[in-house]
């Protein structure tokens, strides 16, 4: 395990409400994209590449930031876990276990949005 990964899981459990969720969050991007290539930024920004994690000081939460396009979450009501642009990302705080389902389908989103920037076929074929 490298140690951004452990640094990013040892911040998920230091939540005595939501480590639970964070964990799960964790688990469902690594799963997806097959790795656990995790960077940390000079800001504490821990990084997947289409979703990011970060811990404001203050009230338990998790701040996510996710590369996704709000018109691509098809039909999700946003008020479960609202998104406001920041830079690049959008991004939301996860404040209680209630928001996981939501959290997950935005990572999910940010993940096929990720994939269609990314070459799909091996460069050793040709194109038609």
């Not at 490298?2 to 480590?19: G, R, Y």
């Not at 469902?28 to 930024?41: L, S």
């Not at 000081?57 to 008020?79: C, P, Q, S, T, Y």
Request: glycine share 8%; with cysteine; proline share 5%.
């Amino acid at each position: 395990m490298d140690t951004a990964e452990h640094e990013l899981e040892q911040a998920f459990l230091k939540l005595p409400t939501l480590k639970h969720v964070g964990m799960a969050l964790l688990q469902f991007a690594n799963g997806i994209r097959h790795t656990t290539n995790v960077q940390e930024d000079a800001f504490g920004v821990f990084g997947l590449g289409f979703v990011a994690f970060s811990f404001p000081e203050g009230e338990e939460r998790i701040r996510m930031h996710v590369d996704v396009e709000i018109k691509d979450i098809g039909g999700m009501d946003l008020r479960w876990l609202p998104l406001h642009a920041e830079q690049v990302f959008q991004v939301c705080e996860i404040k209680h276990a209630g928001q996981l389902g939501c959290a997950v389908r935005y990572i999910q989103n940010a993940y096929d949005k990720y994939l269609t920037t990314r070459q799909t076929f091996p460069p050793s074929l040709p194109l038609n």
